[in-house]
């Protein structure tokens, strides 16, 4: 168990919805990313947080957006979901930013759009 | 992020040693060499990393070349558990800007019993 925790484990909805992934980092870790994971693109970062502010941007869509709460919890929105946007979403936490800091990656949460 | 070339598959006996190479010929003096692993239906999980010196833990053992072009993470024993994508990642700690991990494709280890 890496600590991290994503809910929900599995969503299947439908082409033009809206959903909210969410992410537990693991206690005391200030960073959170946001990876996805597809079967044509691989491993991609879309994202990340660090104390409550956006620290970097990858391969993030703008139909994506995301936010790190007060209490280090952080969501991940896709609206207008397209079939392509079916893949595993991981979260991953480190204590800081830095290069050294180990990234704890959580189960996923598995996007189904339909 | 400089770029690390790995073979796509390996094979290997359970309980022997399995040795897995990465190249990475552009890396520079700055860059830390990660490994991460994917067991099926699971996250990545930290392996372990390095910079100049040879490291070990209690997962593996990480060999860097003199040149540091090129590393290979050892599994001294392999089990059934050890069966993953083993990916190797190049991350530049002068960059802090952001601490996001650059995927490639990875080697997929395969352990027969």
């Known amino acids: 168990d890496s600590g991290v925790t994503q809910t929900p484990k599995h969503l299947i909805t439908a082409t033009g919805q809206r959903v909210t992934l969410r992410c537990s980092p693991r206690?005391?870790?200030?960073?959170v990313y946001w990876y996805q994971q597809s079967l044509d693109q691989g491993l991609q970062f879309l994202i990340q947080?660090?104390?409550?502010?956006?620290?970097a941007k990858g391969n993030i869509l703008e139909r994506f957006s995301a936010q790190q709460f007060p209490d280090l919890h952080s969501e991940l929105n896709l609206s207008s979901l397209e079939l392509g946007d079916s893949a595993l979403y991981f979260c991953?936490?480190?204590?800081?930013?830095?290069?050294?800091?180990?990234?704890?990656f959580g189960a996923g949460t598995r996007l189904s759009v339909l | 992020d400089a770029k690390t070339t790995q073979p796509n598959s390996m094979e290997s006996n359970e309980e022997e040693p399995v040795h897995l190479p990465c190249n990475h010929s552009t890396i520079s003096g700055t860059d830390y060499i990660h490994w991460y692993r994917q067991l099926p239906s699971q996250g990545p999980e930290y392996v372990i990393h390095g910079l100049t010196s040879n490291v070990n833990n209690r997962m593996a053992s990480l060999a860097i070349a003199e040149d540091r072009k090129s590393s290979t993470l050892i599994l001294h024993r392999a089990t059934l558990r050890d069966a993953a994508v083993y990916y190797c990642i190049l991350r530049d700690r002068g960059d802090n800007a952001g601490n996001m991990l650059t995927f490639g494709g990875g080697t997929r280890l395969m352990v027969k019993p």
């Open positions: 947080y660090y104390n409550g502010e956006e620290r």
């Open positions: 206690s005391g870790d200030l960073s």
């Open positions: 991953a936490s480190s204590f800081r930013g830095a290069v050294k800091n180990i990234q704890y």
